[in-house]
Structure formats: C-alpha cells, structure tokens
C-alpha cells in the first residue's frame, strides 16, 4: 500500500514541485540558502507561538546541512483526505497555496507575514538535494526523506516513544545548484534566532555550530521578552528612566487590520540611542517607516509634556531628533503584508505602519509620562539640553551668513528653521500645487517656491544674463548661491537649505519643467548637483477611487506610490469588505488634486516619501554632451532624428 501511494505520488510530486525549481529567485531568495531554512524556522516559531513547542534547536552541521527540531505537536501523519497520501508529504511536496489575504474566514484571514517569508516548507524541500523528516507523535517515531524533492523513503515508523514526547525534527541538504553561494549566513541565523527567542516569551531557542572538535552552542531565553532583551542591550548604560514597555494590538478599525499592533521596549540613557526594530518577527536591519512612526510619537508627547510642564526655554525648539538620539529602543510590529525597501530588503516602506505604531503606543506613552513626573521631566530636560546645543550651533552658522543677504522672494513660504543641514525647499509646478505644498508643509524645516509655468530653457545663456529671468532670479535669491561653475570657489555653509528637490506633475509638462529645471542647475549651479544638494520628490503612481461605503464612509480617493503599495491596497480594500472591481485605478496625474494631507503623507514627509538625488556619473564631458544634445539650439535636427528612431523605445505614460 505504502509502495503504491509512493509511485503514484511520485510522478505527481515532480510535476508539483517543477515550478519552483525552474524559477526558484520566484520563491526564495537565492543568494544563499538561509531563506529556506528560515521557511523551517517559521514553522517551528508557529508551533511556539500557537503554545505548544516550548524548545527551538538549530543545529549547522558540518556538511552544510541545517537540522530544526521543535517540541511541538508534530506534523500530521495521517493520510490526507484529498491528496490520498501522509499529511507530512503533502506538507513537502504541495506548493503551499499561500493566498495571505484569501485564507477563508475573518480569524485566519490575515497571515503576518514578511515579503518573501511564507511560501512553504515545499520549497526548502524542492531545491534541497536531500530532506529528512522524523516526527514524535501519538508515542511513535515516523520519519521520510525526500532528493530533489521526490519521495526516496516513504513515510515509515521507526519506533514508539512517549506520548507526551512530541515535536518534528528536519534536516536538510540545500543544493548548490540554486544558491550563489553554498551556505547559510551564520550571522543572520544568529540574530534571527535571538530576536525569535526575545519575541516568544518563555520559549528556549538553541544554534549549535558543529565544528572540527566538537560543538558551539549558543542558547537564548528571556522569560521576561523584550524588557529583558532591552536590560541585556543597553548593559552598562544606566538609563536615566525606568524603561517603558508595552505591547498593543488592534482589534480591527477603518485603517488597521484586526490583529496588527505593536509591542516595544524604550529606554532613554544618557549615551547614544539606537535599537533594532521587527516586522512580523523578521528583523528590520535598515529601519523604516515603524521606526519612524516611534520618533514621531515619543517627540510630540515629550514636547507636549515639556510643554505642559513648563520645561522649555525660550527661543529655544525641541526637534525630533533632540528626543530621539538619546533613546534605546526595541520595536516589534505586527502587520499586513508589510512591504519592504532598499537593496537587500532590510528597510520598512509601508506607509501605514508610521500610523500603526502613533495608534498603538501615543496613549499608552502620555499616560505614562504623566504617571512617572519626575523621569518624564528628566528625559524631556535631555532633550531640551541637545535642543539648546543644536540652535547654538545653528545660530553660528546664520551669524555668518546674515552679511548682506538680499530681500527674500514673495512668493517664497521659508522655512522657520535656517539650518540648512535639515532644511529643504520645494520647487513646485504651478501655484495650486503650490498651494497645497504650503499648507501641507513642515513649516519647521519645509520651504516652498512655487514656479510659474514653463521656465525658460537656460542651456545657451550667459551666465551674466541668467538672473534676468525672474523665476531663476528667485530660486538664486532663495538659495543664497550665485550662477557659478564649476571651478567657482563657493562657501557652501551659504547655502540657506540643504536639500533642493524638483516637485512636479508625472505628466509630459512636468517632466519638461524638471527637465528645464536640471538643466538650469547643472549650467549654472552645477556645484548644487556634485555636492548631493539636488533631488527630485517621487509623487505617487496610482491613484485609487474608491465609492462611497454606506452611511459613514463617504467617498475616498487613496495613492499609492508603486506597483507593491498598490497591491496591498487593494488586499485591504478587500479586506474591508468593499466589492472587487467597485473602486477604480488610474495613473496619478497632477499635484493639484490632492489634499495637503495626502499630499504630505504621500510626497512631502521624509519619513515616507520617495527622493531620488541627482547625480553626474563619473563621465561629466558625457553628461555635458547629452545636455548639448538635448538642449542646445543647433542640435534640433539631432533630437528629430532621435525622436524618430528611438520613439518607440519610449514606454508611453497615458
Ligand atoms: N514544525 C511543524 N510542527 C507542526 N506542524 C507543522 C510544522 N511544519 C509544518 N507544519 C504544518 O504544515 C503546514 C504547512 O507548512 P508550510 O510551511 O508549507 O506553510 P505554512 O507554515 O502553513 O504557511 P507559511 O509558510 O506561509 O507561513 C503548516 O501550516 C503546519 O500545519
């Protein structure tokens, strides 16, 4: 019976597996193998959440293979009632369904997963050469093995042991062929592993390293979770407050998924601050927007607080960072398919997590400050401290600069703060955008120039008439920087904000008002562009229309900045209940209709827009060359001839 369902199965496990091995960067990632030991890891940390697995051991062997053994309840054994074969080698051999947003009814619809992670223990078993399996349960030993992915050694009892003593035990054998190199990163294993043990409570997580002479064992408990975790990180540095804990999770409202939540560790010492931050139990190396979303809290309630308690000096204003650089923190938050950013995916760019992390904590924290008097006072008073040491600082600066400086532009809405190592201005397209731009601004650090229409193409005039043009006239006013080149001694302190970026429509006029706009920079002010000083903001891809939603819910219009937030918009709108197809899609076209709001969520606050910085790669007589090309008045009949030949190429943006 055993022989037969292995034949069949067999055949069918080859085809079902096919897919993986083709494409396996699909499913994995391939750089190494330690993806796919993680797949096994996640199943063992379920079995410990869910409460039954209370040891975790993963073991590197010398081979290069990875065992993971848990004490949990054991994967089934028996047979399947559709695939007709053991539980455990469907586990192995069925590519896992996934579906994170259509998983059935309201309790186990969301799956809080992270990128990559959650495609299945099918395909650590697909590109393993070979995987073993043996499970404790019911009082008997069971074990099968798999090579490429097929059956080898069919499910079989291999001996009884105690009916308490329960759990699966996996090793596996990745294969070379599909991984860039052949071995799992220790490192990441390593901090992985701790941050689960940190995350479960009560739970025993061990690595052991086989070595030539023996074995290297490293073990983490924390009974007591992250506070713990948060004593052990900041060791000797005293903090100068009890540390505040917590965790807090949603039970489901318009703008957050049931079950999505928070749970954190803070603690303001009197060296440097830092910490490490979790999406989903992954680690999120590179920080992003959860992180963000903390800053953001624990400024505003210690300003107000400092505020309330009549803390503050005058002339003297709290800035986030005065509140942030001195605070150790561990930050754990569990959400919706989380989307990540950077190049090796370690960074948090879902927007709703800023406001996740300000809904879970704000309360919880005022309370706690206004509970705790005499610590909150002394962490709002370090603040202040840095506070008045960093406008010290600034006003050195502005001493400086204030010889001679020239009457501001009208229509130029500055920025309160003049220290330009955090100062930005908008160059917006048009005065509506303007407009929005202005109000939805950080008055603190944001200035905003609004741009008449078409500027003029500056490719072929000298340098000495250039400030003729009013709107150029204006923007050099506002920047302090005279036309220059690049040879030009200039003192960049005079610069009055340290980043300038290009703000305007992703339709054919916006792009010709960048193109402009750069143009002008890179003629005339090309020290802005090799000193990192220029940017273009990134405003969202997608608009979404989404209908009015019975009583309360009145028509709204939602952005997405690409492809990813779009997709996961789309899961929550589903997730909301509102009818697949009810609402529309369309490119983003103007700056001019969105709110202020939106427009600050989506393309002005720095914590979750997107900036590129502009650059001159190293072959500057190329670039010059290309503008020549593309700007200069001879060169007509060239840019026709491109037009024509490579029109084509162009992906048209309708
Ligand atoms: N160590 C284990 N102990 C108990 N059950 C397990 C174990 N490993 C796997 N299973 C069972 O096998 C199922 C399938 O596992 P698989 O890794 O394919 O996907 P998943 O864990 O359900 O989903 P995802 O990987 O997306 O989180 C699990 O849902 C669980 O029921």
Redo the contacts with the bound molecule.
């Keep these: 019976m055993a022989k037969q369902n292995y034949d069949e199965s067999s055949i069918r496990v080859l085809r079902k597996l096919e897919p993986i091995q083709l494409r396996p960067g699909m499913y994995t990632r391939t750089n190494d193998p330690t993806h796919i030991v993680v797949?096994?890891i996640?199943?063992?940390v379920?079995?410990a959440m869910a409460g039954?697995?209370r040891n975790i051991e993963v073991t590197l062997h010398r081979d290069a293979s990875v065992s993971?053994r848990?004490d949990?309840?054991?994967?089934?054994t028996g047979i399947h009632p559709e695939e007709k074969v053991p539980?455990?080698q469907v586990?192995?051999t069925v590519i896992?369904s996934?579906g994170?947003f259509a998983k059935g009814d309201a309790d186990s619809s969301y799956?809080f997963?992270g990128g990559l992670?959650?495609?299945?223990?099918?395909v650590?078993n697909a590109l393993s050469s070979r995987l073993e399996v043996e499970v404790r349960r019911a009082g008997k030993l069971q074990r099968m093995s798999f090579a490429e992915g097929e059956v080898i050694e069919p499910l079989s009892i291999t001996g009884n042991c105690a009916a308490k003593d329960t759990?699966?035990a996996?090793r596996i054998w990745p294969n070379p062929k599909y991984f860039d190199s052949p071995s799992v990163s220790r490192s990441e294993l390593e901090h992985l592993l701790r941050a689960k043990a940190m995350l479960l409570p009560g739970v025993r997580v061990t690595l052991n390293i086989e070595t030539a002479s023996g074995q290297d064992v490293k073990e983490w408990h924390f009974e007591r979770g992250m506070a713990q975790y948060l004593d052990q990180m900041i060791a000797e540095d005293e903090p100068i407050a009890p540390a505040f804990c917590g965790e807090r999770y949603l039970t489901g409202n318009d703008s957050f998924a049931s079950g999505e939540g928070v749970q954190w560790a803070l603690a303001w010492v009197s060296g440097s601050g830092g910490g490490e931050s979790y999406v989903n139990l992954i680690p999120t190396l590179g920080g992003g927007t959860h992180e963000a979303g903390l800053r953001d809290t624990v400024f505003n309630s210690v300003r107000i607080f400092a505020e309330q308690h009549g803390l503050m000096q005058r002339n003297v204003k709290l800035a986030a960072d005065d509140v942030w650089a001195r605070l150790r923190f561990v930050l754990a938050v569990r959400m919706v398919d989380p989307s990540f950013a950077g190049q090796t995916k370690e960074k948090l760019s879902s927007r709703e997590a800023v406001k996740l992390v300000g809904a879970a904590i704000k309360d919880t924290f005022d309370l706690w400050l206004n509970e705790h008097v005499a610590e909150a006072t002394r962490i709002a008073e370090q603040a202040i401290r840095l506070a008045v040491a960093r406008t010290r600082s600034s006003k050195a600066v502005e001493r400086r600069k204030s010889s001679g400086v020239a009457v501001l532009p009208g229509k130029l809405s500055d920025a309160e703060s003049s220290d330009n190592r955090i100062t930005e201005l908008f160059l917006v397209e048009g005065d509506s955008a303007g407009g929005s731009a202005k109000a939805g601004r950080d008055k603190e650090i944001q200035a905003v120039l609004p741009l008449r229409g078409k500027g003029m193409n500056s490719w072929e005039v000298e340098r000495s008439q250039i400030l003729a043009n009013q709107e150029i006239h204006n923007i050099a006013v506002s920047l302090a920087i005279d036309p220059h080149t690049l040879d030009s001694a200039l003192d960049m302190n005079e610069l009055r904000y340290g980043k300038v970026i290009i703000l305007a429509d992703a339709d054919d006029d916006g792009e010709h008002i960048k193109a402009l706009l750069l143009t002008l920079f890179f003629r005339h002010f090309p020290q802005l562009i090799t000193h990192g000083h220029i940017y273009i903001a990134q405003p969202p891809l997608f608009r979404v229309d989404v209908p009015a939603q019975g009583k309360g819910k009145p028509p709204r219009k939602l952005y997405a900045l690409d492809e990813a937030e779009l997709t996961v918009l789309e899961a929550r709108l589903r997730q909301e209940g509102v009818r697949e197809g009810a609402w529309q899609v369309s490119r983003f076209k103007g700056l001019g209709e969105m709110d202020a709001i939106q427009l600050w969520e989506t393309t002005l606050c720095p914590d979750t827009r997107r900036l590129v910085r502009v650059e001159v790669g190293d072959d500057l007589h190329g670039t010059i060359g290309m503008f020549d090309n593309l700007m200069g008045k001879a060169n007509a009949a060239y840019r026709k001839e491109q037009i024509s030949a490579h029109g084509n190429e162009v992906e048209a943006d309708i």
Excluded: L, Q, W
Aim: aromatic residues 6%; glycine residues 18%.
């Design positions: 797949e096994a996640d199943n063992a379920d079995e039954y697995a993971v848990d949990g309840r054991g994967i089934p539980t455990v586990v192995f896992h996934g994170k799956k997963t992670h959650g495609v299945g223990v099918s650590t759990g699966t996996i």
